[in-house]
């Protein structure tokens, strides 16, 4: 399940160096089913304070968190809708990933020039948005002209999608994103189908100095991001890319120590994975023996076999029941047998619906 997260940006906004700070804190590629990267995808450990007091209760082998995968967008400039600079290749990556999270620049340094001659985060979401609207509506359309035909000979599910299209072109022609537009459920599933850029979920990367990461809210540009965002029911993740850039370098002692000093509790790049990782709708079970305790991801509302089948299609074949036991109520237990004398390990049968923080082994007969 290798679900991505671009990172998109204008030039001289810091996308690059929070990039590098992914691809020094890149997990092992080894450890995971996609081993063969691209040198603009970045793999990282999704950091779970339950995996390791997980590792300290069962006190296994070896530890395997789970890994999520950012993609470096090609960079961006006015007209990519229409090809301008790398707009064709722009806008080729976004659609290949499953969400986006847009670095803003919310800094001033005289060293560092911008692309429009001044620090202004809002045009700079708006000129992405805009590029991503333009596209969009280019696609709809299209689309609209061959579904209108079809519509006239009251085909229902032509119909349907006109109606569809309808609000999306207004919304699009009034600078609306796809996301920000409200639909039923039955409708929602003709927008998927129709794979808009401007549909996918998206966060924005405030990007802020050294001296302004502690306390991010004094910060004018941060407070118009915020503002921004919360018209989309978007998140913002500050983070301080440079900072990021060193951290990455850190063991996690150090890490822990420099964090101390900045007076900061979580890197910007943890907050980021984890936010990328709720922002897709994942969520995390956990396997745990003697040989490995393991963190799997899976999206939310999967069923028991097929999140049994992200460890291996012979378990989702041979599914027959999945043993299963809280997060919560095996620390407390502190261990299987009693938390199994307790009542709390369950029996889960084809229909069970996975929940984060499930620990679970599957029996299966192949």
């Known amino acids: ?3 991505t997260a671009g990172i998109v940006g204008l030039p001289n906004v810091g996308k690059s160096t929070l990039f590098n700070a992914i691809t020094q804190a890149g997990a092992e590629a080894a450890n995971y089913p996609f081993a063969t990267i691209d040198p603009n995808v970045g793999i990282v450990e999704v950091p779970d304070e339950r995996l390791n007091k997980l590792t300290e209760l069962v006190n296994p082998k070896k530890t395997v968190p789970t890994a999520f995968e950012f993609t470096d967008i090609a960079g961006i400039v006015k007209g990519a809708s229409k090809g301008e600079g790398l707009g064709n290749q722009f806008l080729s990556h976004i659609r290949q990933v499953d969400a986006i999270c847009q670095v803003v620049r919310c800094f001033e340094d005289e060293n560092i020039t911008h692309v429009s001659g001044k620090v202004d985060p809002i045009d700079d979401i708006e000129i992405i948005n805009l590029e991503l609207i333009l596209a969009d509506l280019d696609t709809v359309n299209k689309r609209y002209q061959r579904v209108e035909k079809l519509a006239r000979q009251k085909d229902k599910d032509a119909v349907a999608e006109q ?4 609000i999306v072109k ?3 022609e009034n600078d609306k994103p796809v996301r920000a537009l ?3 459920e039955d409708q929602w599933k003709i927008v998927k189908g129709l794979h808009l850029l401007t549909s996918k979920p998206t966060l924005y990367v405030a990007n802020v100095s050294e001296d302004e990461v502690a306390d991010p809210d004094g910060n004018e540009y941060v407070q118009k991001v915020k503002a921004h965002a919360a018209d989309e029911n978007a998140e913002v993740i500050i983070v301080c890319a440079r900072i990021e850039e060193e951290i990455a370098e850190l063991e996690a002692e150090e890490k822990e120590e420099f964090l101390e000093d900045l007076g900061i509790a979580e890197s910007g790049l943890d907050q980021l994975i984890k936010a990328s990782y709720n922002l897709l ?5 956990f396997t745990a023996g003697e040989q490995e305790v393991r963190a799997w991801t899976f999206r939310k509302g999967i069923k028991a076999p097929q999140a049994a089948g992200i460890i291996h299609t012979d378990f989702e074949r041979g599914f027959i029941r999945a043993e299963t036991v809280s997060y919560t109520d095996l620390v407390e237990a502190e261990n299987m ?6 009542g709390k390990v369950r029996l889960e049968g084809k229909e069970y619906i996975v929940k984060d923080g499930d620990v679970i082994h599957f029996r299966f007969n192949v």
Request: hydrophobic fraction near 50%; glycine fraction near 8%.
């Open 1 to 3: 399940m290798a679900l």
């Open 163 to 166: 109606a569809v299209l309808a």
């Open 170 to 172: 207004e919304g699009l």
């Open 182 to 184: 409200e639909f039923s």
């Open 281 to 285: 709708g994942l969520a995390t079970y």
């Open 337 to 342: 047998t009693t938390a199994r004398e307790r």
